[in-house]
């Protein structure tokens, strides 16, 4: 039996419906300066970059891979100088090998930005952020933002945006920073509307006080932000967060493989009632809330919770030619605006990772007219 659309809160729909047309110009908690991270190099423009395998088979692996899938023809989907890398992926040589190694072989795999996870390396020995900087500078990279955590009300030393707020933004402005998010959920007073709504209202603060610095405040989705409020279980939380925020200040990070494990979880309300909706129709409504993705793969499984497997781009089934072709080619400014930074949760070799994503990406190709 057919059932009708669910009913949407009047209020809040005009609320997001007027937030759309604006327009605006534009993994986990990460760590606080204690947290581990990695990076990434510099790319090549408009043709796959020149990358330093561990070893050459592993390179001709690549290549034959591409070849095989019809890549290498027409125009590039990814835009050039736009590949980044969340340095949580790579924690684990960060923490071994220090910034400076990581940051010199990722310049060999064809990267132009990262985004970090904290600050310090770890067991490799401490750094400065303008240590940092310069090391990013120095290997051809762009620090284009950074993850730090939201709240954390038992501790008033706590390095999160409630608790630390310009301390928070000194540091990344510091570092030269265009963004600076969280990928917390936006949980802190609770799931319900009015919760969402109390916690967008944080986020606009955070906004304004980093536009004040020449940044954008972000927030980076989980799975959850598209489920249901629980006083409202026709609303969806993550609608309520974008009719709630101010276009002008808080900025969003879409994270493509959970947008995508959300739809499996929460299309459907808890009553049954079908939601269906597409990750990638958020963006193309509202292009500019989001100068950042992270663009992670896995393959279908209808068997686990969230749908799928997390593997390394370009081993999964997320359709990343579509995804990024629509919004690269079908937004004003779409190549020159947003940015996409690959990440893996645990990668079983994060260089091996980095390396075969940067291929992958740069491998695809969209004839005109595509």
């Known amino acids: 039996m057919s059932r009708k659309p669910a009913p949407v809160d009047p209020e809040l729909a005009h609320r997001l419906s007027r937030r759309g047309m604006l327009g605006v110009a534009a993994g986990a908690t990460a760590a606080a300066l204690a947290g581990t991270a990695a990076a990434a190099g510099p790319a090549s423009a408009a043709t796959a970059p020149t990358t330093a395998p561990t070893t050459a088979s592993a390179s001709t692996s690549d290549e034959a891979s591409a070849k095989a899938s019809g890549k290498g023809r027409g125009r590039p989907v990814l835009p050039p100088g736009r590949l980044g890398v969340q340095l949580y992926s790579l924690r684990d040589k960060v923490s071994s090998l220090g910034f400076a190694t990581v940051f010199a072989e990722l310049a060999r795999y064809g990267y132009d930005e990262v985004e970090f996870a904290g600050y310090a390396q770890g067991s490799a020995g401490a750094i400065t952020l303008a240590q940092l900087k310069r090391l990013a500078r120095d290997h051809g990279l762009t620090a284009i933002g950074s993850h730090v955590g939201y709240s954390n009300d038992g501790d008033p030393n706590a390095y999160t945006f409630a608790q630390n707020l310009t301390k928070v933004l000194d540091d990344a402005q510091t570092l030269g920073l265009k963004h600076i998010g969280t990928a917390s959920g936006p949980f802190r007073h609770g799931t319900t509307v009015d919760a969402l709504k109390r916690a967008a209202e944080d986020f606009n603060t955070y906004g304004e006080a980093a536009r004040a610095r020449g940044m954008k405040f972000y927030q980076h989705n989980h799975a959850e932000e ?145």
């Open 226 to 370: 598209f489920s249901f409020a629980t006083d409202q279980p026709s609303v969806r939380l993550y609608d309520v967060l974008l009719a709630e925020t101010d276009p002008d200040l808080v900025f969003l990070e879409m994270d493509i493989y959970w947008a995508y494990s959300a739809r499996f979880r929460f299309g459907k309300q808890v009553d049954g009632t079908p939601r269906p909706f597409d990750p990638v129709d958020y963006v193309l409504r509202r292009p500019h809330r989001y100068p950042l993705f992270h663009v992670k793969d896995g393959i279908r499984d209808d068997s686990t919770r969230d749908g799928y497997r997390m593997v390394d781009v370009g081993d999964g089934d997320i359709d990343y030619k579509r995804f990024l072709s629509k919004v690269t080619s079908r937004t004003h400014g779409g190549r020159r605006y947003h940015h996409w930074q690959v990440e893996h949760d645990s990668p079983t070799d994060s260089f091996a990772f980095a390396r075969k994503s940067s291929a992958h990406l740069h491998a695809l190709r969209e004839r005109c007219g595509d």
